[in-house]
């Protein structure tokens, strides 16, 4: 193929299509029926293998993880698209099932409205959450519909990684399926619980749906809508915009899950949409995170564990599947919508994946086979550290490794922000090489200036991150619980030089609230070198 | 010469916004010399029924990569090569440019 001398000029832009199967082909399952899809290159399925097929495939990815256990209360991430609304549907199904092969979580639903960010007016989002409403009253499911704008009351602690529970092991799983059918079988035994399939789960399932006290009766706050559309107005480019609108739907989700005791939470995202996610991430500088970006279970954010199911099922069969057996969705326009090829980062990435899907079938599985070999881990081996404030991974920066050209960023991120450089540790935003110096130190008493307040914002922010930030001018639109927590972060001390401090207050240090610093040798001509000890330690 | 064609053509998964929301349309296609085939059904809905932005619709003379085609809800791909006899068209957008996820 690729020979020194060989024209591409007349290659054909298309390529060798593959062999396509004629219309007389049976299906390749059952080699009766008459085939209505083409799964792959060239197997072609009848409409009850293919629902057979679908069906599988969804519990088998389930069944092979063994992360969610009997009884586990799970959120369904419900956006109205075709992967997370079959999504649903094959949850709903699969809990109506015989009592061998049923599903055994409890789950709910949340649908979060985006409207504001697309810059739609109420009218138009009322109309959506009418049809939303009306699917969801369907389900049976507890449901939950949440407005974006609901970030701005979100509180900081969102931000924190919570105490994560142990993953349970294989062992423990067959113990919990084991001693949960053990319950159920009591249960029929004892004639308690009505009918002999249902669960605990499915009792609560039966009563009247609860929802959100703040179930959307009439429009978010005004203020609340102007913030978010001010918020994204504000951000100079649609990457940007996807990726923060990204970042703050998972927070309000994650914030749902936690409050009403939902221990994971499962997303839509189909194959072909991992796929285009993990190229997207490379490009956006998310390579240190793919793992985590594209895997079936995300575990960053400790209790809660974000799951996905419909990692296996290719875009088409999704769309086939729906269409053929008529599942319901809405269509809400998204921020990208109608957007042009090249208008984002993502778009750029999707069109080229698809487009090379077209041509070679196995694109897209080849991308995918290959996510499934990322494998989660920790940096440098250690498992602890400092997490990125916003998509709350390991921060993957390298403060001290001023060689790389990100090093050579953050240098002049710095040198922006005081106004004589700092004698080394180019790293260093805060005037904190001297220690005479801490008391102009930001993380003093002294309220942080603008440039202090967005540098104390950056410095938590892992390098994608970082990189988003700089297509947002100004911080100060952002939700509230962002900078509490980014403020709250930097005036906390690192475990690091905890062990540094002493109880006692020294005169010639003045402290940031936060215990005396004393360097571990006397200042003067070693200071200097202490300083350096303790930078390391922070920023490393 | 093939007759005048009735044929109802179908617009999903968000691929219906370029052609002002409307899904379902009946048309009627006109009499030509070679009888009607899908890649024929293209140019015309492009030259009659596209509203707004044919680049997310077409590419070239067939459809963008991510637009699925179904003829009588089958796969296009089994129909390939053989005659298309007018039969119900529907074309279903993957794109998440024209829906979410």
């Not at chain 1, 219309?23 to 009850?48: N, Q, S, T, W, Y």
């Not at chain 1, 931000?159 to 092991?169: D, I, M, N, W, Y």
């Not at chain 2, 459809?63 to 809800?73: E, K, S, T």
């Given at each position: ?394 921060l993957d920066v390298d403060t001290a490794d001023s ?138 | ?86 039969d119900p068209a529907a074309f279903h957008s993957l ?7």
């Open positions: 193929m690729c020979q020194v001398g060989e024209d591409y000029g007349d290659a054909a832009p298309e390529g060798p299509p593959p062999p396509r199967p004629g219309h007389e082909l049976k299906c390749v399952k059952c080699k009766e029926g008459l085939p209505v899809i083409v799964i792959r290159a060239g197997d072609a399925f009848c409409r009850d293998c293919f629902r057979a097929f679908y069906i599988h495939k969804f519990r088998a990815v389930l069944g092979k993880n063994r992360l969610i256990f009997p009884g586990e209360k799970v959120l369904l991430a419900w956006s109205g698209g075709p992967s997370s609304s079959s999504m649903v549907w094959q949850v709903l199904e699969g809990l109506s099932r015989d009592s061998a092969k049923r599903l055994r979580f409890v789950p709910g639903v949340v649908y979060v409205d985006e409207g504001a960010a697309c810059g739609q007016s109420w009218k138009d989002r009322a109309r959506t959450l009418a049809d939303v409403k009306s699917i969801l009253q369907t389900t049976g499911f507890p449901w939950h519909i949440v407005a974006l704008e609901e970030v701005f009351a979100l509180p900081p602690s969102v931000l924190r990684c919570s105490a994560q529970e142990p993953v349970g092991t294989i062992g423990t799983y067959k113990v919990a399926v084991d001693s949960f059918l053990q319950q159920q079988h009591t249960l029929v035994a004892e004639g308690v619980g009505g009918s002999p399939n249902s669960t605990p789960g499915e009792e609560q399932l039966s009563q009247p749906c609860t929802q959100d006290p703040q179930d959307l009766a009439g429009p978010p706050p005004a203020d609340q809508t102007e913030a978010l559309s001010r918020l994204f107005d504000s951000v100079k480019t649609l990457t940007a915009k996807e990726e923060l609108l990204q970042t703050l739907r998972t927070h309000l989700i994650l914030h749902m899950a936690r409050t009403h005791g939902y221990s994971k939470v499962m997303t839509g995202d189909s194959c072909t949409r991992l796929a285009i996610k993990l190229m997207t991430g490379l490009a956006l500088g998310r390579g240190a995170f793919l793992a985590w970006d594209t895997g079936f279970s995300d575990e960053r954010h400790g209790s809660v564990v974000v799951v996905r199911p419909m990692r296996e099922h290719t875009l088409k069969e999704v769309a086939f599947y729906n269409r053929l057996f008529a599942v319901p969705s809405v269509f809400t326009p998204a921020i990208d919508t109608k957007a042009p090829e090249k208008a984002s980062i993502h778009r750029l990435m999707e069109g080229f994946l698809l487009r090379l899907q077209a041509q070679f079938p196995s694109t897209v599985s080849t991308v995918y086979r290959t996510s499934e070999k990322l494998v989660k881990a920790p940096r440098d081996g250690c498992a602890s550290g400092p997490r990125c404030l916003l998509c709350m991974c390991l060689a790389t050209a990100f090093g050579a960023q953050t240098q002049d991120c710095s040198q922006m922000q005081s106004p004589t450089p700092p004698a080394e540790a180019p790293t260093v935003p805060c005037c904190s090489t001297e220690v005479g110096r801490a008391q102009n130190c930001f993380r003093g008493t002294r309220p942080c200036g603008r440039e202090d307040s967005r540098a104390c914002v950056i410095e938590q922010l892992c390098y994608s991150c970082r990189v988003n930030m700089k297509d947002v001018p100004s911080l100060d639109p952002l939700p509230p619980y962002i900078l509490a927590e980014a403020q709250l972060r930097s005036q906390r001390p690192s475990p690091e030089i905890q062990e540094y401090l002493v109880e006692s207050s020294d005169d010639d240090v003045h402290t940031g609230g936060s215990g005396a610093w004393v360097p571990p040798e006397q200042e003067g001509k070693d200071g200097q070198a202490a300083c350096d000890c303790i930078n390391k330690n922070i920023f490393n | 010469m093939a007759a005048p064609l009735s044929v109802e053509v179908e617009f999903g998964g968000g691929a219906e916004l370029l052609f002002d929301g409307i899904k379902k349309h009946q048309v009627t296609l006109p009499g030509r010399e070679e009888p009607w085939d899908i890649r024929n059904l293209l140019v015309w809905i492009k030259k009659n029924l596209l509203k707004e932005r044919p680049e997310l619709f077409i590419q070239g003379d067939s459809v963008r990569p991510g637009i699925l085609v179904l003829v009588n809800d089958a796969d296009w791909e089994l129909l390939e090569g053989a005659p298309w006899p007018g794109c998440l440019s024209l829906n979410t996820e």
